[in-house]
């Protein structure tokens, strides 16, 4: 289980610029058209499948293999700052790069196994831009599952968590009509994997079907950093996730509760600086430590999709303690399918993090010299990490074509505008950026399912 | 570039993109082999086997959906008919489906006739025709 608030990496990330900058430019061009050749190569050997066999067999295949893939570029009004997708992704679209294909561009492949009817493996294989700035690919699934009946089953392994209605396949652009889940709530909870357990049980009542998830892990995620790996690690321990979805005709309900431990060692060090200076480091340092701090999130969400339209939102709260705080998000979305093959739609979407952007922090006054010049250093640090708090309202219009029965293009206007002080999700702030104004974010992407 | 432009840009492009989808419009019926002991089935009993949400037919037994090939009439007159979804939109729903582990599609058999000879070796599965199609070896459970 990863909970984790988004401004652990935004902050990371603001320090990573010269190191991002010198080497994302250089290779961004052969990574888009590897990621470009990829993705042609999966689509065209797409096509090869149903022969005509005399006696069909009505089980499903032992072994089958399916793969999704996006290719996209953002643009960003603002030139002063970066906008990416997750927090565990360097540079973007803004001041890095006028246009990137890094922000949504991926490719990802699934084994499914089968050696009976009740036991079925997968593996899942995605190669996105990661922490490091590198395509390396990485396994988001690898899992076995016993179905001990059919509404019943049990699952070891790595999952990604469903704590959204998309998030387990919010890299899956095919399976959504937006050119990217609405990150005002999707990066509530940057949900890497989870190694552990989980189990789900299906309940019909009449004409509603309720399937309860319960999953119990632990994860390690790297996001971009400057220290001296050039990345930080959110470790999540003793996590556990309860999640029911309700579903009864064209709607869904979906009702979560997760909580964590949340470690980053990569700050440790600036908390224990604090610890050096007495009481009031003692007590600042208890207040804001990252260190097996309690997480938990609630959230809920609903959709409504009669065929010809649909509408859905959902909301979310996730409290950390520590220099994290609180945030909530929400957002809502609707859409109307032209001829079934057209779908414009409109998005509405807010994040905002509660609590103070700053902290007076240690005393200076009357404190030696060198000392003073330390207090000073880490109380920069410490209000750096407060200042990222994201307080924004997103405003999207876009379309999905489904131009192909297997591939959807899309394309997606967003105007965020953030609160008072804020730099709202941007990241990689640069001099000349301007908190509390905004951003235009133009982006168009083909996502495809093989 | 201002933003006015922008949006016009994108305003311009969807105009252009909006074609005819098609219309497949094939009276499709639902069927079973005359061996089951299932005789009706209301349109979400029949959609929740076909899109995975279920596994069993009303009674406890256990159910086996079979697909016809993808781009057949009768394929996207049975979705559109009884799912209200049109080909892409079921293709949207088992990527959900697959990309989380959660199953796979109803295997596909490419005619009517092999709907029919699979029907013929298993009293669970459960397929759909052209109406024009259906004989005696098969039993209409839900029609338009």
Known sequence: VILRHPSAGLEAKDMTCERVCASAT??????????AVA????????????????????????????????????????????????????????????WSAAVDSLV???????????LSAI?????????????????GWANVKYQLTPDFSVRVGRTILPVFLLSDVRQVGYAHPWVRPPIEVYSLVPVSSNDGVDASYRVSIRSVTSTFQVTAGRSDSRFPSDTPSGFATAQSRKGIALADTFEAGYLTVR???GRTRLTVPELAPLFEGFRQFGPEGVAIADRYDVDRRLVEFVGAGASYDPGRW??????????????????AGWYGSAGYRVRRTVTPYVTLARVEAKGSRSDPGLSIAGLPPPLAGAAGGLNGALNALLSTKPVQTTVSVGGRWDFRKDAALKLQLDHSQHGTGSAGLLSNLQPGFRPGEG?????????VVF | MG??????????????LILYAGAASADVVVVVSTKSPVDTLSRSQVVDLFLGKSSRFPGGRSAVPIDQAEGSDARNAFYLAFADKSPAQVKAHWSKVIFTGRGQPPQAVASGGLVKKVLAGNAGAIGYLERSEVDDSVKIVLSQ
């Open chain 1, 39 to 98: 993705l042609l190569a999966a689509v065209l050997s797409a096509s090869t499948a149903h022969a005509d066999e005399p006696v069909p067999d009505p089980r499903p295949p032992r072994l089958s293999f399916s793969g999704f893939g996006i290719l996209g570029v953002v643009h960003s009004s603002e030139k002063d700052a970066d906008f990416t997708s997750t927090t565990f992704k360097p540079g973007g679209t803004g001041h890095t790069h006028d």
């Open chain 1, 26 to 35: 250089a290779s961004a061009g052969d990574r888009l058209g590897q990621v």
């Open chain 1, 108 to 118: 990802g492949g699934q084994l499914t196994v089968r050696p009976t009817t009740k």
């Open chain 1, 255 to 257: 009702f979560n509760y």
């Open chain 1, 439 to 447: 951003v235009y974010l133009f982006s168009a992407s083909v996502a």
């Open chain 2, 3 to 16: 933003h006015t432009a922008r949006a016009g840009l994108v305003t311009a492009t969807f105009a252009g």
């Open chain 1, 123 to 139: 593996v899942q294989v995605i190669a996105e831009q990661k922490y490091d700035d590198s395509y390396r690919p990485s396994v």
């Open chain 1, 310 to 327: 649909f509408a859905m939102g959902e909301w979310g709260r996730v409290r950390v303690g520590s220099v994290f705080g609180e945030s």
